[in-house]
C-alpha cells in the first residue's frame, strides 16, 4: 500500500476491529433461540471526526536534484473542528529525475523519490512510520495550472491543484498549494477535517 492512502486504510482497521471484550464466540452448534432480547431503539450513530493533511518542501533542480522533506498529519477528533493531530510522520526525501507522465503538460520537473522515515522528527504511537517509495512531478493537467502529479508503480495521477479548495465539517474551505519558484517547491493538500461513520 502506498503511503499516500495508508491512513484510510488505517481508519478502517481501528474503527472495526473489536476488543476482547466485544469478541463473539463460536461454538459451532446451532441454536434456535435468540441470544439477547430485540430491541426498537436503532443504534446510535458513531462518527470519527478525522483531521488529515500533507505537506512538504523541497530545494529543486529541474532535471538534477530533489532534496526535501514531507509530513503526514493525521488526528481522530470526538468534534469537528478540532484540529488535534495525534500522529505526524516526517520523512525526508531524495530524488533522481524521472520520466514524466504523459498527461503532465509542461512539465517543470519529475522525479523519483526515496522517502526515509525521520523518527526523531515524528510522532508516530503507533509505529506507522516507514521508508517509502513514490514518484512527484510538477506540471499542467487537465484539472489546470501548477499539478502535482503522485506516481506510484508505473502508474501517474494528478493528485494536488494549487487553489482547488475543500470544504471541512465546520464550512471553512481551505485551498490546496502547489508552488515552485524555480529553487523551492512547497504543498500542502489542503485537506483539514472529514468523518468516518462507524
Known sequence: MNVKF?????????????????KIEDTGEETSEPTSEPTSEPAEETYAYITQGY?????????ASYEGTETFAIGINETAGTGNNMTEIVWSIVGAPSDA?????????SFDLNLT?????????DGSG??????????????????????SEGQWS???????????????????????????FTYTDGIVDFYYYY
Not at 522515515?117 to 504511537?125: E, K, V
Not at 494536488?160 to 515552485?180: I, R
Open 6 to 22: 495508508w491512513s484510510l486504510a488505517a481508519v478502517l482497521v481501528a474503527s472495526t476491529a473489536c476488543t476482547d471484550d466485544e
Open 55 to 63: 505537506s512538504g518542501s523541497a530545494t529543486v533542480v529541474p532535471g
Open 101 to 109: 507522465p504523459t498527461d503532465c503538460g509542461d512539465c517543470v520537473f
Open 117 to 125: 522515515y525521520d523518527a526523531a522528527a515524528s510522532i508516530d504511537p
Open 130 to 151: 516507514a521508508d517509502a517509495v513514490f514518484s512527484y512531478a510538477v506540471g499542467t493537467s487537465s484539472y489546470g495550472e501548477n499539478t502535482l502529479f503522485y506516481g
Open 158 to 184: 494528478p493528485w494536488l491543484v494549487d487553489g482547488n479548495t475543500n470544504e471541512d465539517l465546520e464550512g471553512t474551505s481551505h485551498a490546496s498549494v502547489v508552488s515552485f519558484d524555480g529553487t523551492n
